[in-house]
Protein backbone atom coordinates (compact mmCIF):
# COMPACT_ATOMS: atom_id res chain seq x y z
CA UNK A 1 0.00 0.00 0.00
CA UNK A 2 1.27 3.58 -0.79
CA UNK A 3 0.80 6.52 1.16
CA UNK A 4 0.76 9.89 -0.38
CA UNK A 5 0.13 13.99 1.17
CA UNK A 6 -0.16 16.74 -1.93
CA UNK A 7 -0.89 20.67 -1.28
CA UNK A 8 -3.94 21.95 -3.19
CA UNK A 9 -4.19 25.96 -3.73
CA UNK A 10 -5.59 26.87 -0.60
CA UNK A 11 -5.68 23.79 1.53
CA UNK A 12 -3.16 20.89 1.89
CA UNK A 13 -3.53 17.71 0.73
CA UNK A 14 -1.01 15.09 1.69
CA UNK A 15 -1.44 11.23 1.66
CA UNK A 16 0.70 8.62 3.54
CA UNK A 17 -1.16 3.58 3.72
CA UNK A 18 -3.52 -0.23 5.69
CA UNK A 19 -5.85 -3.39 6.41
CA UNK A 20 -7.51 -5.51 8.79
CA UNK A 21 -8.72 -9.05 8.26
CA UNK A 22 -11.46 -11.26 9.17
CA UNK A 23 -10.52 -15.19 9.51
CA UNK A 24 -9.93 -16.39 5.80
CA UNK A 25 -12.83 -19.56 6.26
CA UNK A 26 -15.44 -17.61 7.12
CA UNK A 27 -17.74 -16.76 4.72
CA UNK A 28 -17.01 -13.48 3.05
CA UNK A 29 -19.28 -10.66 4.74
CA UNK A 30 -19.95 -7.70 1.98
CA UNK A 31 -20.34 -4.46 3.29
CA UNK A 32 -22.93 -2.27 0.65
CA UNK A 33 -21.52 -0.07 -1.76
CA UNK A 34 -20.20 3.52 -1.01
CA UNK A 35 -22.28 6.00 -2.59
CA UNK A 36 -20.78 7.01 -6.10
CA UNK A 37 -20.10 10.83 -4.50
CA UNK A 38 -17.51 8.76 -2.02
CA UNK A 39 -13.98 9.60 -2.16
CA UNK A 40 -10.65 9.61 0.11
CA UNK A 41 -7.03 10.53 -0.72
CA UNK A 42 -4.90 8.80 1.27
CA UNK A 43 -3.67 5.87 -1.09
CA UNK A 44 -2.37 2.86 -0.82
CA UNK A 45 -0.75 0.79 -3.39
CA UNK A 46 -0.67 -2.71 -3.52
CA UNK A 47 -0.52 -4.45 -6.82
CA UNK A 48 0.74 -6.11 -9.21
CA UNK A 49 0.60 -8.31 -12.28
CA UNK A 50 1.86 -11.59 -11.08
CA UNK A 51 -0.91 -14.05 -9.64
CA UNK A 52 -0.27 -15.65 -6.91
CA UNK A 53 -0.98 -19.97 -7.56
CA UNK A 54 -1.05 -20.29 -4.15
CA UNK A 55 -4.79 -18.16 -4.11
CA UNK A 56 -7.21 -18.78 -5.54
CA UNK A 57 -10.75 -16.95 -4.95
CA UNK A 58 -14.16 -16.69 -7.34
CA UNK A 59 -14.71 -13.38 -6.28
CA UNK A 60 -12.67 -10.41 -7.40
CA UNK A 61 -12.94 -6.64 -7.32
CA UNK A 62 -11.96 -4.32 -10.34
CA UNK A 63 -12.43 -0.82 -9.85
CA UNK A 64 -11.07 1.55 -12.78
CA UNK A 65 -12.13 4.82 -10.46
CA UNK A 66 -11.10 5.75 -6.68
CA UNK A 67 -14.01 5.07 -4.06
CA UNK A 68 -14.89 7.30 -1.52
CA UNK A 69 -16.89 6.67 1.40
CA UNK A 70 -16.66 8.83 4.56
CA UNK A 71 -19.84 7.87 6.48
CA UNK A 72 -20.71 4.02 8.24
CA UNK A 73 -23.52 1.84 6.40
CA UNK A 74 -26.42 1.04 8.33
CA UNK A 75 -27.47 -2.05 6.62
CA UNK A 76 -27.77 -5.46 8.30
CA UNK A 77 -24.82 -7.52 6.43
CA UNK A 78 -25.71 -11.08 4.99
CA UNK A 79 -23.81 -13.73 7.07
CA UNK A 80 -25.02 -16.79 5.08
CA UNK A 81 -22.71 -18.04 2.51
CA UNK A 82 -23.22 -17.68 -1.44
CA UNK A 83 -22.06 -19.80 -4.13
CA UNK A 84 -19.45 -17.00 -4.55
CA UNK A 85 -18.67 -17.07 -1.05
CA UNK A 86 -16.35 -19.71 -1.03
CA UNK A 87 -13.33 -20.21 1.82
CA UNK A 88 -9.61 -19.13 -0.24
CA UNK A 89 -7.30 -22.19 0.43
CA UNK A 90 -3.52 -22.17 0.70
CA UNK A 91 -3.29 -19.34 2.99
CA UNK A 92 -1.78 -20.86 5.88
CA UNK A 93 1.03 -21.90 3.45
CA UNK A 94 1.98 -18.49 2.29
CA UNK A 95 4.95 -16.78 3.96
CA UNK A 96 5.24 -13.26 3.89
CA UNK A 97 8.36 -11.49 4.49
CA UNK A 98 8.27 -8.19 5.65
CA UNK A 99 11.69 -6.15 5.81
CA UNK A 100 11.52 -3.96 9.27
CA UNK A 101 9.79 -5.02 12.63
CA UNK A 102 8.70 -2.10 13.92
CA UNK A 103 5.09 -1.06 15.04
CA UNK A 104 3.58 -1.45 11.56
CA UNK A 105 5.11 -4.95 11.44
CA UNK A 106 3.52 -5.92 14.51
CA UNK A 107 0.29 -4.55 13.28
CA UNK A 108 0.64 -6.60 10.05
CA UNK A 109 1.28 -9.73 12.22
CA UNK A 110 -1.66 -8.71 13.72
CA UNK A 111 -3.77 -8.70 10.63
CA UNK A 112 -2.19 -12.11 9.25
CA UNK A 113 -3.12 -13.88 12.41
CA UNK A 114 -6.96 -13.50 11.90
CA UNK A 115 -5.77 -14.46 8.08
CA UNK A 116 -4.05 -17.80 8.76
CA UNK A 117 -0.77 -15.87 7.03
CA UNK A 118 2.35 -16.64 7.94
CA UNK A 119 4.46 -13.13 8.40
CA UNK A 120 8.35 -13.11 9.04
CA UNK A 121 10.13 -9.77 10.28
CA UNK A 122 13.99 -9.32 9.17
CA UNK A 123 14.75 -6.30 11.98
CA UNK A 124 18.68 -5.60 13.45
CA UNK A 125 16.51 -5.64 17.04
CA UNK A 126 16.00 -8.70 19.06
CA UNK A 127 13.09 -7.48 20.73
CA UNK A 128 11.69 -5.38 17.71
CA UNK A 129 7.96 -4.72 18.24
CA UNK A 130 6.95 -7.59 15.66
CA UNK A 131 8.64 -10.12 17.06
CA UNK A 132 6.71 -11.27 19.81
CA UNK A 133 3.82 -11.74 17.11
CA UNK A 134 5.51 -12.93 13.87
CA UNK A 135 6.08 -16.69 12.79
CA UNK A 136 9.47 -16.22 12.66
CA UNK A 137 12.38 -13.08 13.78
CA UNK A 138 15.47 -12.73 11.85
CA UNK A 139 17.53 -11.24 13.80
CA UNK A 140 19.54 -9.02 10.73
CA UNK A 141 19.70 -5.54 9.04
CA UNK A 142 17.20 -4.82 6.33
CA UNK A 143 19.97 -2.97 4.74
CA UNK A 144 22.74 -6.34 4.17
CA UNK A 145 22.72 -7.72 1.00
CA UNK A 146 23.56 -10.81 2.28
CA UNK A 147 21.00 -11.16 4.68
CA UNK A 148 18.43 -9.98 2.78
CA UNK A 149 18.95 -12.69 -0.07
CA UNK A 150 18.78 -15.25 2.86
CA UNK A 151 15.92 -13.91 4.34
CA UNK A 152 13.92 -13.73 1.10
CA UNK A 153 14.53 -17.89 0.17
CA UNK A 154 12.07 -18.53 3.22
CA UNK A 155 9.17 -16.35 1.99
CA UNK A 156 6.91 -16.84 -0.73
CA UNK A 157 6.55 -12.94 -1.19
CA UNK A 158 8.61 -10.08 0.32
CA UNK A 159 7.05 -6.42 1.11
CA UNK A 160 8.22 -3.67 3.02
CA UNK A 161 7.32 -1.89 6.97
CA UNK A 162 10.38 0.96 6.22
CA UNK A 163 11.47 1.67 2.69
CA UNK A 164 14.72 2.27 3.66
CA UNK A 165 15.83 -0.88 2.50
CA UNK A 166 18.91 -2.29 0.23
CA UNK A 167 16.49 -1.64 -3.02
CA UNK A 168 19.46 -2.45 -5.08
CA UNK A 169 19.03 -6.43 -3.65
CA UNK A 170 15.36 -6.22 -4.24
CA UNK A 171 15.93 -5.55 -8.11
CA UNK A 172 18.43 -8.31 -8.23
CA UNK A 173 15.91 -10.83 -6.42
CA UNK A 174 13.31 -9.63 -8.89
CA UNK A 175 15.40 -10.75 -11.58
CA UNK A 176 15.84 -14.07 -9.81
CA UNK A 177 12.31 -14.48 -9.71
CA UNK A 178 11.73 -13.38 -5.95
CA UNK A 179 8.32 -12.10 -5.80
CA UNK A 180 8.46 -8.38 -4.16
CA UNK A 181 5.40 -6.39 -3.37
CA UNK A 182 5.76 -3.17 -3.86
CA UNK A 183 7.97 -3.55 -6.69
CA UNK A 184 11.46 -2.59 -6.25
CA UNK A 185 11.17 0.28 -8.98
CA UNK A 186 9.11 1.94 -7.08
CA UNK A 187 10.65 2.12 -3.54
CA UNK A 188 13.62 3.63 -5.51
CA UNK A 189 11.76 5.88 -6.87
CA UNK A 190 9.79 6.52 -3.01
CA UNK A 191 13.20 6.46 -1.34
CA UNK A 192 14.56 9.36 -3.14
CA UNK A 193 12.03 12.76 -2.40
CA UNK A 194 13.78 14.07 -5.26
CA UNK A 195 13.33 11.49 -7.92
CA UNK A 196 9.55 11.33 -5.93
CA UNK A 197 9.04 14.97 -7.53
CA UNK A 198 10.62 14.11 -11.05
CA UNK A 199 8.36 11.17 -11.68
CA UNK A 200 5.01 12.86 -10.55
CA UNK A 201 6.11 16.10 -12.21
CA UNK A 202 6.54 13.46 -15.65
CA UNK A 203 2.84 12.25 -15.05
CA UNK A 204 1.11 15.32 -14.16
CA UNK A 205 0.40 15.34 -10.38
CA UNK A 206 0.47 18.55 -8.84
CA UNK A 207 3.64 19.85 -6.91
CA UNK A 208 4.66 22.46 -5.81
CA UNK A 209 8.27 24.23 -7.72
CA UNK A 210 11.00 22.71 -7.09
CA UNK A 211 14.85 22.25 -8.03
CA UNK A 212 17.80 20.90 -7.32
CA UNK A 213 20.82 22.30 -5.09
CA UNK A 214 24.32 21.13 -5.18
CA UNK A 215 25.49 23.82 -2.34
CA UNK A 216 24.81 27.49 -0.77
CA UNK A 217 24.78 28.90 -3.93
CA UNK A 218 22.68 26.54 -5.33
CA UNK A 219 20.46 27.49 -2.36
CA UNK A 220 20.65 31.12 -2.89
CA UNK A 221 19.95 31.14 -6.36
CA UNK A 222 16.64 28.64 -5.26
CA UNK A 223 15.79 31.59 -3.11
CA UNK A 224 16.37 34.45 -5.48
CA UNK A 225 13.78 31.95 -7.99
CA UNK A 226 10.92 31.24 -5.55
CA UNK A 227 11.36 33.87 -2.90
CA UNK A 228 11.36 33.69 1.20
CA UNK A 229 10.16 31.42 3.11
CA UNK A 230 11.78 28.64 1.31
CA UNK A 231 11.66 24.93 1.83
CA UNK A 232 14.84 22.72 2.17
CA UNK A 233 14.41 19.20 1.80
CA UNK A 234 17.52 16.20 2.29
CA UNK A 235 16.60 13.75 -0.73
CA UNK A 236 16.90 10.50 1.51
CA UNK A 237 16.27 9.25 4.96
CA UNK A 238 13.92 12.46 5.92
CA UNK A 239 11.23 11.39 7.71
CA UNK A 240 8.77 12.29 10.59
CA UNK A 241 10.84 16.34 9.86
CA UNK A 242 14.30 14.97 9.91
CA UNK A 243 15.80 15.99 7.18
CA UNK A 244 13.84 19.34 6.51
CA UNK A 245 14.50 22.67 7.14
CA UNK A 246 12.76 26.09 6.25
CA UNK A 247 14.52 29.20 5.57
CA UNK A 248 12.87 32.76 6.51
CA UNK A 249 15.57 34.46 4.74
CA UNK A 250 19.34 33.93 2.57
CA UNK A 251 20.95 34.84 6.10
CA UNK A 252 19.49 31.65 7.44
CA UNK A 253 20.07 29.36 4.15
CA UNK A 254 23.94 28.61 5.84
CA UNK A 255 22.50 26.91 9.10
CA UNK A 256 19.52 25.83 6.69
CA UNK A 257 21.61 23.88 4.50
CA UNK A 258 24.52 22.55 7.10
CA UNK A 259 24.44 18.79 7.92
CA UNK A 260 22.98 17.45 5.29
CA UNK A 261 25.09 14.43 3.23
CA UNK A 262 22.07 12.99 0.84
CA UNK A 263 22.30 15.40 -1.23
CA UNK A 264 19.51 18.45 -1.24
CA UNK A 265 16.11 19.71 -3.07
CA UNK A 266 14.28 22.79 -2.07
CA UNK A 267 10.59 23.42 -2.83
CA UNK A 268 8.84 26.48 -3.19
CA UNK A 269 6.66 27.22 -0.04
CA UNK A 270 3.50 26.29 -0.53
CA UNK A 271 1.00 28.36 2.03
CA UNK A 272 -2.18 25.79 3.12
CA UNK A 273 -4.93 25.56 5.75
CA UNK A 274 -5.12 21.83 6.79
CA UNK A 275 -3.05 18.49 5.55
CA UNK A 276 -5.27 15.93 4.06
CA UNK A 277 -4.35 12.37 3.95
CA UNK A 278 -5.48 9.45 1.66
CA UNK A 279 -4.63 6.05 1.31
CA UNK A 280 -4.66 3.77 -1.87
CA UNK A 281 -4.76 0.07 -2.03
CA UNK A 282 -3.72 -1.44 -5.38
CA UNK A 283 -4.08 -5.42 -6.07
CA UNK A 284 -2.58 -7.35 -8.10
CA UNK A 285 -5.27 -7.61 -10.93
CA UNK A 286 -4.36 -3.91 -10.73
CA UNK A 287 -7.46 -2.91 -8.84
CA UNK A 288 -7.26 0.23 -6.85
CA UNK A 289 -9.30 1.73 -3.81
CA UNK A 290 -9.09 4.68 -1.83
CA UNK A 291 -9.99 4.77 1.78
CA UNK A 292 -11.92 8.16 2.98
CA UNK A 293 -9.82 11.30 3.05
CA UNK A 294 -8.45 12.39 6.65
CA UNK A 295 -7.36 15.28 8.11
CA UNK A 296 -3.82 14.99 9.75
CA UNK A 297 -2.62 17.47 12.24
CA UNK A 298 1.22 17.82 13.12
CA UNK A 299 2.99 18.42 16.06
CA UNK A 300 6.91 18.33 16.17
CA UNK A 301 6.81 17.24 12.52
CA UNK A 302 5.39 13.82 13.85
CA UNK A 303 1.57 13.07 12.57
CA UNK A 304 -0.30 13.94 16.19
CA UNK A 305 -3.96 14.41 15.47
CA UNK A 306 -5.94 12.24 12.60
CA UNK A 307 -9.64 13.06 11.77
CA UNK A 308 -12.05 10.93 9.61
CA UNK A 309 -13.26 11.90 7.46
CA UNK A 310 -11.72 15.11 6.86
CA UNK A 311 -14.17 18.12 7.13
CA UNK A 312 -13.84 19.57 4.00
CA UNK A 313 -15.66 20.20 0.66
CA UNK A 314 -16.85 17.67 -2.38
CA UNK A 315 -15.09 19.24 -4.26
CA UNK A 316 -11.73 18.68 -1.92
CA UNK A 317 -12.48 15.26 -1.38
CA UNK A 318 -12.87 14.40 -5.17
CA UNK A 319 -9.47 16.26 -6.15
CA UNK A 320 -7.46 14.69 -3.40
CA UNK A 321 -8.54 11.26 -4.01
CA UNK A 322 -7.89 11.67 -8.01
CA UNK A 323 -4.82 13.18 -7.20
CA UNK A 324 -3.89 10.30 -5.22
CA UNK A 325 -5.34 7.61 -7.57
CA UNK A 326 -3.41 9.11 -10.55
CA UNK A 327 -0.09 9.20 -8.44
CA UNK A 328 -0.63 5.46 -7.85
CA UNK A 329 -1.60 4.41 -11.42
CA UNK A 330 2.30 5.94 -12.41
CA UNK A 331 3.94 3.49 -9.91
CA UNK A 332 4.46 -0.26 -9.89
CA UNK A 333 3.58 -3.35 -7.28
CA UNK A 334 1.10 -3.68 -4.72
CA UNK A 335 0.87 -2.18 -1.56
CA UNK A 336 -0.11 1.34 0.37
CA UNK A 337 1.48 4.19 -1.07
CA UNK A 338 1.44 8.92 -0.07
CA UNK A 339 3.68 14.15 -1.08
CA UNK A 340 6.30 12.33 0.08
CA UNK A 341 4.76 8.91 -0.83
CA UNK A 342 5.11 6.02 1.71
CA UNK A 343 4.98 2.13 0.27
CA UNK A 344 3.26 0.82 3.06
CA UNK A 345 0.66 1.40 5.93
CA UNK A 346 1.18 4.75 7.31
CA UNK A 347 0.48 6.50 10.63
CA UNK A 348 -2.61 8.10 9.34
CA UNK A 349 -4.36 5.40 8.53
CA UNK A 350 -4.29 3.59 12.00
CA UNK A 351 -7.70 4.54 12.93
CA UNK A 352 -9.09 2.17 10.16
CA UNK A 353 -8.75 -0.58 12.25
CA UNK A 354 -11.99 0.25 14.22
CA UNK A 355 -13.35 2.33 12.26
CA UNK A 356 -13.37 0.81 8.45
CA UNK A 357 -14.31 -2.30 7.22
CA UNK A 358 -11.01 -3.32 6.38
CA UNK A 359 -7.79 -1.93 7.92
CA UNK A 360 -4.68 -0.81 5.94
CA UNK A 361 -2.56 -3.88 7.85
CA UNK A 362 -5.57 -6.19 6.30
CA UNK A 363 -5.65 -4.19 2.90
CA UNK A 364 -1.75 -4.61 2.44
CA UNK A 365 -1.68 -8.24 2.52
CA UNK A 366 -4.51 -8.80 0.81
CA UNK A 367 -2.60 -6.69 -1.61
CA UNK A 368 0.55 -8.41 -1.37
CA UNK A 369 -0.56 -12.09 -1.46
CA UNK A 370 -2.99 -11.26 -4.73
CA UNK A 371 -6.51 -11.33 -2.47
CA UNK A 372 -9.49 -9.48 -3.46
CA UNK A 373 -8.72 -6.15 -1.58
CA UNK A 374 -11.19 -5.29 1.05
CA UNK A 375 -13.96 -2.70 1.76
CA UNK A 376 -12.31 0.62 2.42
CA UNK A 377 -15.34 2.76 3.21
CA UNK A 378 -16.09 3.75 7.07
CA UNK A 379 -17.82 1.44 9.34
CA UNK A 380 -18.38 4.15 11.69
CA UNK A 381 -19.87 7.58 11.01
CA UNK A 382 -16.59 8.90 12.55
CA UNK A 383 -13.22 8.47 14.16
CA UNK A 384 -10.48 10.37 16.04
CA UNK A 385 -6.27 8.68 16.53
CA UNK A 386 -3.98 10.76 18.74
CA UNK A 387 -0.47 9.66 18.92
CA UNK A 388 0.10 9.06 22.14
CA UNK A 389 4.43 9.22 21.36
CA UNK A 390 4.66 13.20 22.29
CA UNK A 391 2.50 13.45 25.47
Same mark, same amino acid.
Given at each position: ???????????????? $??????? &????????????? $??????????????????????????? $????????????????????????????????????????????? &??????????????????????????????????????????????????????????????????????? &???????????????????????????????????????????????????????????????????????????????????????????????????????????????????????????????????????????????????????????????????????????? $????????????????????????????????????????
Amino acid at each position: MLHQSLTISGAATNTD $TIFSFNP &CLAPRITPPSPPP $TTLSFFFSMNHSTKQNPLLSSSSSLKH $TTPVFAPQASRVTHETSPSKDDVPVHGLSEVIVGVLGGGQLGRML &CQAASQMAIKVMVLDPLENCPASALSYHHMVGSFDDSATVREFAKRCDVLTVEIEHVDVATMEMLEQQGVD &CQPNASTIRIIQDKYLQKVHFSRHAIPLPEFMQIDDLEGAKRAGELFRYPLMIKSKRLAYDGRGNAVAHSEEELSSAVAGFDCGLYVEKWAPFVKELAVIVARGRDNSILCYPVVETIHKENICHIVKAPANVSWDIRKHATDVAYKAVSSLEGAGILLNEVAPRPHNSGHH $TIESCYTSQFEQHLRAVVGLPLGEPSMKTPAAVMVSLVLF
